[in-house]
Protein backbone atom coordinates (compact mmCIF):
# COMPACT_ATOMS: atom_id res chain seq x y z
CA UNK A 1 0.00 0.00 0.00
CA UNK A 2 1.06 3.63 -1.07
CA UNK A 3 0.34 6.58 0.85
CA UNK A 4 0.76 10.25 -0.93
CA UNK A 5 -0.04 12.69 2.01
CA UNK A 6 -1.04 16.37 1.63
CA UNK A 7 -0.56 17.95 5.04
CA UNK A 8 -0.92 21.77 6.46
CA UNK A 9 2.90 22.05 6.10
CA UNK A 10 2.92 21.16 2.66
CA UNK A 11 0.01 23.19 1.59
CA UNK A 12 1.17 26.58 3.50
CA UNK A 13 2.90 28.15 0.90
CA UNK A 14 -0.24 28.09 -0.77
CA UNK A 15 -3.43 28.63 1.09
CA UNK A 16 -1.13 30.47 4.21
CA UNK A 17 -1.85 30.04 7.77
CA UNK A 18 -5.69 29.95 6.82
CA UNK A 19 -5.39 26.30 6.49
CA UNK A 20 -3.98 26.29 10.47
CA UNK A 21 -6.74 28.45 11.79
CA UNK A 22 -10.34 26.89 10.86
CA UNK A 23 -11.69 23.99 12.84
CA UNK A 24 -11.01 20.33 12.62
CA UNK A 25 -14.46 19.83 10.73
CA UNK A 26 -13.20 22.59 8.48
CA UNK A 27 -9.77 20.88 8.10
CA UNK A 28 -11.57 17.43 7.62
CA UNK A 29 -13.50 19.35 4.90
CA UNK A 30 -10.46 20.40 3.10
CA UNK A 31 -8.48 17.66 3.20
CA UNK A 32 -11.49 15.28 1.88
CA UNK A 33 -11.49 17.82 -1.20
CA UNK A 34 -7.87 17.66 -1.58
CA UNK A 35 -7.55 13.96 -0.95
CA UNK A 36 -10.36 13.17 -3.43
CA UNK A 37 -8.79 15.67 -6.21
CA UNK A 38 -5.69 14.31 -5.85
CA UNK A 39 -6.76 10.33 -5.97
CA UNK A 40 -8.72 11.85 -9.42
CA UNK A 41 -5.41 12.56 -11.17
CA UNK A 42 -3.21 9.64 -9.78
CA UNK A 43 -6.12 7.00 -10.67
CA UNK A 44 -6.13 8.97 -14.48
CA UNK A 45 -2.09 9.17 -14.36
CA UNK A 46 -2.31 5.29 -13.71
CA UNK A 47 -4.72 4.60 -16.52
CA UNK A 48 -2.88 6.46 -19.09
CA UNK A 49 0.37 4.67 -18.11
CA UNK A 50 -1.41 1.34 -18.21
CA UNK A 51 -2.79 1.71 -21.65
CA UNK A 52 0.81 1.91 -23.68
CA UNK A 53 3.18 1.30 -20.84
CA UNK A 54 3.85 -2.83 -21.04
CA UNK A 55 7.26 -3.21 -22.32
CA UNK A 56 8.32 -6.91 -20.43
CA UNK A 57 4.79 -8.07 -21.85
CA UNK A 58 5.56 -6.68 -25.39
CA UNK A 59 9.45 -8.09 -25.61
CA UNK A 60 8.05 -11.44 -24.59
CA UNK A 61 4.69 -11.45 -26.66
CA UNK A 62 2.69 -11.72 -24.10
CA UNK A 63 -0.67 -10.46 -22.62
CA UNK A 64 -0.27 -7.46 -20.14
CA UNK A 65 -1.22 -8.14 -16.79
CA UNK A 66 -2.93 -4.75 -16.08
CA UNK A 67 -1.72 -3.92 -13.03
CA UNK A 68 -1.28 -0.02 -13.63
CA UNK A 69 -4.79 -0.36 -14.47
CA UNK A 70 -6.43 -2.43 -11.92
CA UNK A 71 -3.93 -0.21 -9.21
CA UNK A 72 -5.99 2.84 -10.67
CA UNK A 73 -9.53 1.06 -10.11
CA UNK A 74 -8.86 0.84 -6.43
CA UNK A 75 -6.74 3.91 -5.75
CA UNK A 76 -8.89 5.44 -3.00
CA UNK A 77 -8.69 8.49 -0.41
CA UNK A 78 -9.13 8.94 3.09
CA UNK A 79 -9.04 12.12 5.41
CA UNK A 80 -8.80 13.24 9.26
CA UNK A 81 -8.38 16.84 11.02
CA UNK A 82 -4.43 16.75 10.04
CA UNK A 83 -4.20 15.38 6.12
CA UNK A 84 -5.81 13.81 3.43
CA UNK A 85 -4.21 10.90 2.04
CA UNK A 86 -4.36 8.62 -1.06
CA UNK A 87 -4.01 5.26 -1.06
CA UNK A 88 -2.70 3.00 -3.81
CA UNK A 89 -2.62 -0.48 -3.25
CA UNK A 90 -0.28 -1.97 -5.28
CA UNK A 91 3.60 -2.17 -4.61
CA UNK A 92 4.19 -1.60 -7.87
CA UNK A 93 3.99 2.69 -7.78
CA UNK A 94 6.52 2.29 -5.04
CA UNK A 95 9.61 3.13 -6.99
CA UNK A 96 8.17 6.25 -7.69
CA UNK A 97 9.55 7.29 -4.78
CA UNK A 98 12.90 5.40 -4.73
CA UNK A 99 14.61 2.46 -6.38
CA UNK A 100 13.07 -0.92 -4.85
CA UNK A 101 15.16 -4.50 -4.23
CA UNK A 102 12.36 -7.25 -4.59
CA UNK A 103 13.42 -10.33 -2.36
CA UNK A 104 11.85 -13.92 -2.49
CA UNK A 105 9.42 -14.31 0.12
CA UNK A 106 7.91 -18.19 0.73
CA UNK A 107 11.36 -19.38 -1.77
CA UNK A 108 14.93 -18.89 -2.61
CA UNK A 109 14.59 -17.48 -5.76
CA UNK A 110 12.10 -14.95 -7.26
CA UNK A 111 10.52 -16.57 -10.74
CA UNK A 112 10.92 -13.60 -13.68
CA UNK A 113 8.86 -14.58 -16.36
CA UNK A 114 11.21 -15.69 -19.79
CA UNK A 115 8.30 -16.74 -22.37
CA UNK A 116 4.76 -15.31 -23.01
CA UNK A 117 3.02 -18.40 -21.79
CA UNK A 118 4.81 -17.24 -18.17
CA UNK A 119 4.04 -13.58 -18.14
CA UNK A 120 1.89 -12.81 -15.03
CA UNK A 121 1.28 -15.98 -14.03
CA UNK A 122 2.78 -17.76 -10.98
CA UNK A 123 4.97 -21.31 -11.10
CA UNK A 124 1.66 -23.09 -9.19
CA UNK A 125 -0.86 -21.41 -12.10
CA UNK A 126 1.24 -23.02 -15.14
CA UNK A 127 1.63 -26.22 -13.28
CA UNK A 128 -2.66 -25.95 -12.64
CA UNK A 129 -2.88 -25.44 -16.12
CA UNK A 130 -1.04 -28.73 -16.92
CA UNK A 131 2.71 -27.76 -17.29
CA UNK A 132 5.60 -30.02 -16.24
CA UNK A 133 8.04 -27.68 -14.62
CA UNK A 134 11.05 -28.55 -13.35
CA UNK A 135 14.34 -27.40 -12.69
CA UNK A 136 17.91 -28.31 -14.49
CA UNK A 137 20.02 -29.59 -12.41
CA UNK A 138 21.33 -26.10 -10.24
CA UNK A 139 20.65 -24.01 -13.21
CA UNK A 140 18.38 -20.53 -12.29
CA UNK A 141 15.75 -21.28 -14.66
CA UNK A 142 12.49 -23.34 -14.64
CA UNK A 143 11.80 -25.21 -17.68
CA UNK A 144 8.72 -26.77 -18.40
CA UNK A 145 6.68 -28.45 -21.18
CA UNK A 146 2.42 -29.92 -21.64
CA UNK A 147 3.56 -32.84 -23.20
CA UNK A 148 5.85 -35.63 -23.30
CA UNK A 149 6.36 -35.11 -26.85
CA UNK A 150 7.34 -30.84 -26.79
CA UNK A 151 10.87 -29.80 -26.54
CA UNK A 152 10.98 -28.13 -22.47
CA UNK A 153 11.32 -24.18 -22.89
CA UNK A 154 12.52 -21.88 -20.39
CA UNK A 155 9.55 -20.27 -18.45
CA UNK A 156 11.51 -18.24 -15.41
CA UNK A 157 14.97 -17.23 -14.55
CA UNK A 158 15.54 -17.46 -10.95
CA UNK A 159 16.84 -14.79 -9.45
CA UNK A 160 17.95 -13.85 -5.31
CA UNK A 161 16.63 -10.12 -5.92
CA UNK A 162 16.01 -7.59 -8.55
CA UNK A 163 16.43 -3.97 -7.89
CA UNK A 164 14.07 -1.70 -9.67
CA UNK A 165 15.38 1.92 -10.07
CA UNK A 166 13.03 5.09 -9.16
CA UNK A 167 10.55 5.70 -11.62
CA UNK A 168 9.26 9.18 -10.79
CA UNK A 169 6.68 8.71 -13.85
CA UNK A 170 4.41 6.19 -12.03
CA UNK A 171 2.80 9.30 -10.57
CA UNK A 172 1.49 12.62 -11.25
CA UNK A 173 4.88 15.31 -10.40
CA UNK A 174 5.01 16.77 -6.54
CA UNK A 175 3.96 19.85 -8.19
CA UNK A 176 0.79 18.37 -9.91
CA UNK A 177 -0.66 16.68 -7.01
CA UNK A 178 -0.04 19.93 -4.43
CA UNK A 179 -1.64 22.52 -7.03
CA UNK A 180 -4.52 20.14 -7.25
CA UNK A 181 -4.56 19.60 -3.81
CA UNK A 182 -4.64 23.85 -3.17
CA UNK A 183 -7.00 24.21 -5.82
CA UNK A 184 -9.24 21.99 -4.54
CA UNK A 185 -8.98 23.41 -1.04
CA UNK A 186 -9.70 26.48 -2.49
CA UNK A 187 -12.61 25.92 -4.21
CA UNK A 188 -14.17 24.85 -0.57
CA UNK A 189 -12.68 28.08 1.23
CA UNK A 190 -14.43 30.44 -2.22
CA UNK A 191 -17.77 27.98 -1.93
CA UNK A 192 -17.94 28.48 1.91
CA UNK A 193 -17.31 32.32 1.62
CA UNK A 194 -20.33 32.80 -0.47
Do not use: C
Amino acid sequence: MLKVTSNVEQVRYRLGAWVSKVGGAGRRQLYSAAANAVSIIVRHHLRQLGSWRHRSAQELGAQPTGILGKAATRTTWRASTDSGEVLIPTPAVRRAFHDVEIRPKSWMFLTIPAARESYGKRVAVLAALGWRIFRPGKAKILKGRLSKDEAPKVLYYLKESVNQPQDRSLLPSDEEIHTTAAAAMMSVIRAAAR
